[in-house]
Structure formats: C-alpha cells, structure tokens
C-alpha cells in the first residue's frame, strides 16, 4: 500500500489556515474572536521565546526570508530540482510568511473597531465642542509643560504596562507581560531616513523602538507601540491609548510627554477645521516654549530624512494599511481626535 505524502498533510494545514484568514477578514465578529481568544495565547507564547534576545529578532527573520526566497532557486538548480518544484517551494515560502504573519499578529486587523467593541457612539463633529475640546486639551498641554527629566526607561515601561493592566476588558486589549520588553533596531539610519519612530513585529511579537527618538517621544512611542502587541491594529487607536495612558502617569514629564504626543494631531485637525484667525489664535494659546519644542522636534527628524526613499516608503505602507482594512491610510493616525472626542466622562471604568 502506498504511503499518503506527508507534504499534501501540510498543505491541507496552510489551505485551512489560509481559509480561517479570509473568513476573519469578512466576518469582523470572527477577528474579535482571534483578537481576544487566540492572539494573547500566541504573543504570549511568541514573545516569551525571544524576550531574552536583546535584539530586534523580527528584523534577521525577514531578512532570512528573502535569502531563502533569492536563494531557492539556485539550490535547485545545483541539486537538480526541476522548475515545478521549485516554483511549489517558492509559493510556499509567501504562504508560511502570509500565514505566519496574520496568525502571529496581522488578524487583529480584520476586528470590530474601537466603537464597535467599547459600545462608545461616535460623536459627528459640533464647532462648539471642537472649540471646548481644544481650550481643555491646550490648558491641559500648558499646565503639564515641565522641564523635570522623565524617570528610566524601565521605570516607563513597568509603569505602562500597569496602567495597560487598567483598562476596561470591553476595550478587548491582551493583558500586558513583565517580560515583554522594546528592542532596538538594527538598521536605525533606515528607519529614521523615513520617518519611522517605532514598529509592532508581527512574526515574535516584539516592538521596536527607533535608537534615535529624542527623550520627550519615548514614552508616547513605546505606549503606542505596546497598544500594537497588545491587539490594536488601528493607529489611530494605538495614538489613543499611547495619549491616554501616559497623562494618567505619576510622573510629571511623562505626562508632558503624552500631551505633547497629541499635538501633531491636534493641531493637523483644527488646520482643516478652523479659519486662519481661529487658528492663529489657537497657537498663540499655546505656551511658547512647547510649540519650540515642537519646531526642535520637526528639525531634528526633517535632517534625518531622505525624501525620496520617504515617499517610496509612506506610498508602500498607505497600500499596506488600506489593505488591510484601515480605509484611510496613513490619515489614519489623525483620526485619534474623534476617539478623544466621543469620550463619555466615565469611560475609564
């Protein structure tokens, strides 16, 4: 009797697997299920296997990735494969890296959105209570301006993760773990030559965080980047929780620190709200010394970037985003402001 090839076993694995990816892609309650079920058991499990590598591991895999995809057919050329099989091993290389990457991490974008899963209604925009929104947030932003230094970079994280360990279970967020730590970048000219402050690694769960990020932005970018390894798929959502988590913090500077993370997007929707006037008004009621921070800021990534190799890279993920469901693209980080917005003022219970 002849032996059942264990390679159609295999397949029919990645062909079920495969199936489950697009049945959580049109079915959002299946993604919530994934989201809140399957994804703390896998980054759990994912992240603890390279939590004591220093490293950014993600990095080396995807590299190694293209090596084998590269370097598969001059293998089989040496060891005398033929074209078909080597056009089967080459499609199952993009199918383990599709299938790893969306089961390791990459369903969460196929979820119920913020509203949806937090019951939270989204408000439609009122001038009114734009204007009174940004008189709260500037006051806010002015009284929390501080020159105190911000505490270690472990005393951020630990301190993170306990106000993440807060929030209401409706929000759908995994639990946080002690032995989930940012790891640094390898390639950090790169990334700062386009702009990237930080990543979520979908392939070991790991974020990334850029060596170069001023100290002020620390705390706002690992916030969002753990809001990532924690299931947020959304930037916008993951901009929230970065804002909301670190003024709740004990610390003075990191207060500042996620004001001052917010202003970007606050100030890019009152320039498409607001007239001119209300506008100047608007940053004129803005301590001086924080919009010169800001200025420092813009200069210090501006002389980091490369424009051409910049735009290659935001046109390639705003294709990436909106394949996955995020329709605004890379607009969507902006789109923090209407979640801040729709805030019922007992939410954080």
Request: net charge neutral; glycine share 6%; hydrophobic share 45%.
């Amino acid at each position: 009797m002849k032996s059942f090839p264990l390679r159609f076993v295999r397949w029919g694995i990645e062909a079920f697997l495969l199936v489950l990816v697009i049945l959580c892609r049109y079915w959002p309650a299946a993604g919530e299920v994934y989201a809140r079920y399957v994804y703390p058991v896998c980054s759990t499990v994912l992240s603890a296997l390279v939590a004591w590598i220093p490293f950014s591991v993600e990095e080396w895999l995807v590299i190694a990735f293209c090596v084998l995809f590269i370097g598969l057919p001059f293998w089989a050329r040496r060891k005398k494969k033929g074209w078909k099989w080597t056009l089967r091993a080459e499609a199952e290389v993009l199918v383990v890296v599709y299938l790893w990457f969306y089961w390791g991490w990459g369903i969460n974008y196929f979820r119920k959105d913020f509203f949806n899963r937090s019951a939270i209604e989204p408000v439609a925009y009122v001038e009114e209570d734009f204007h009174r929104f940004l008189t709260t947030y500037t006051d806010s932003l002015n009284a929390a301006c501080t020159t105190l230094p911000l505490p270690a970079h472990d005393e951020i994280e630990q301190e993170v993760k306990q106000l993440y360990a807060q929030v209401p279970s409706r929000f759908g967020l995994s639990s946080p773990r002690s032995y989930q730590h940012p790891k640094p970048v390898a390639f950090n000219v790169l990334y700062s030559g386009v702009g990237v402050l930080g990543y979520m690694g979908p392939f070991f769960a790991e974020s990334q965080l850029n060596r170069e990020l001023p100290p002020l932005q620390w705390p706002f970018t690992y916030a969002h980047e753990y809001a990532h390894l924690l299931g947020v798929s959304s930037e916008a959502e993951a901009n929230f929780w970065a804002y909301q988590i670190c003024i709740r913090s004990q610390s003075p500077a990191v207060r500042y620190a996620g004001y001052f993370g917010l202003l970007p997007y606050v100030l890019s929707n009152a320039a498409g709200l607001l007239d001119d006037d209300a506008y100047r008004q608007l940053l004129q009621s803005i301590r001086p010394e924080v919009i010169q921070t800001l200025r420092e800021k813009q200069a210090y990534w501006e002389e980091r970037y490369s424009p051409w190799v910049g735009r290659i890279q935001e046109q390639i993920y705003d294709w990436y985003l909106k394949g996955n469901q995020i329709s605004s693209g890379q607009k969507n980080y902006g789109e923090v402001i209407a979640m801040v917005l729709s805030l019922p003022a007992d939410w954080w219970k």
